[in-house]
């Protein structure tokens, strides 16, 4: 930010150009979090009705009255209306009143008078990448993120060459696609520049508890687990099915409970189109301790996220498939670790 956009922000705040309705709720637990974060990349995986979109808005409506251009996307109309009524709700005064102009048609709420670069909330459908062309936002969020096309980023990322800003990937997890990229991506950052949430539906305080507990009951364990708990599941076209069922796996594995035994780990490695898996098992029960695996993630995130599970079960031995990677890399892992 330029010294005479803040200067200009300072200004409008002093003047108190507008004022958020009461309405607008107080974020929960979960949503307090992205909504105060000052991260530049941020992702949100959340269960069904956990306040994803809600808290989007908040953040969107805290964001205007700091002078920020913020633009909103979602893959359906559906989804853009949730969005689109509340911000529009949060500041029904100031529209009233004349300080906000609302266009329905276009969907952009922003002060009168404003250049085409202003202050605004822009809500727009963008299931394709391409509607997202010709416009732009230093604050921008993408709602469900899983369910757009996975080219998204190469249409946004340059919308922050004039003024940076900071991008929000949120959804509901659709087994690993690139939304779990952005995720994996995000809790291996050890920079701060990306920071992650993630929230079930039972999270959210505003929801009937009852009724949520019998829906649960109605769907498929699948089904339960992606939509209320927002685990992702694996890809429906893996070439190895039943794998879990064949483990001899603790199934509440707790790090303290094997500190004292001998920890060893196996390590498939892979760049872009294959997926790097990392098993960690007791040698002294016999058992799976920890299964990991993800694609589609530079070498950089993924040797922090391999050195920080490793450390955390105080692995002995790692075992490394070093088939189609450089063993220069290989070995920087093993210095690393000092294994």
Aim: proline share 4%; net charge negative; charged share 30%.
């Amino acid at each position: 930010m330029t010294p005479q956009e803040s200067a200009e922000i300072d200004r409008l705040l002093t003047r108190g150009w507008l004022d958020i309705h009461p309405d607008c709720p107080t974020p929960h637990a979960k949503q307090s979090g992205f909504v105060l974060s000052e991260a530049i990349r941020k992702v949100i995986v959340a269960g069904r009705r956990g306040g994803k979109t809600t808290g989007m808005a908040i953040n969107a409506a805290k964001k205007l009255r700091r002078g920020k251009r913020i633009l909103y996307a979602g893959p359906t109309s559906e989804q853009t209306d949730r969005f689109w009524y509340a911000v529009r709700h949060y500041y029904r005064d100031d529209i009233e009143a004349g300080k906000l102009v609302k266009s329905e048609t276009k969907r952009i709420i922003e002060p009168p008078g404003v250049d085409e670069n202003g202050p605004r909330i822009r809500a727009k459908t963008a299931f394709n990448a391409d509607t997202l062309r010709g416009d732009w936002g230093n604050e921008i969020l993408l709602d469900e993120y899983s369910l757009m096309s996975s080219d998204v980023d190469e249409v946004v990322l340059p919308m922050l060459l004039d003024r940076g800003g900071s991008i929000t990937y949120g959804g509901t997890p659709k087994r690993k696609n690139h939304f779990f990229t952005k995720y994996a991506q995000a809790i291996a950052d050890t920079t701060g520049r990306w920071a992650a949430w993630h929230f079930t539906s039972h999270d959210n305080p505003f929801l009937d508890a009852a009724t949520l507990e019998e829906i649960s009951q109605d769907l498929t364990e699948d089904g339960y687990r992606q939509e209320i708990m927002a685990e992702f599941l694996e890809g429906e076209g893996a070439v190895f099915r039943n794998i879990a069922a064949c483990l001899y796996a603790d199934p509440h594995p707790v790090v303290g409970r094997h500190r004292e035994h001998r920890i060893v780990a196996g390590l498939d490695l892979a760049k872009q189109n294959d997926f790097t898996a990392i098993s960690i098992v007791c040698a002294d029960c016999n058992q799976e301790l920890y299964l990991d695996r993800f694609n589609k993630i530079d070498y950089l995130y993924q040797m922090e996220r391999i050195k920080a599970l490793c450390l955390e079960w105080r692995v002995s031995y790692l075992l490394v498939d070093e088939s189609g990677v450089g063993s220069p890399i290989v070995e920087q892992l093993r210095r690393d670790l000092e294994i």
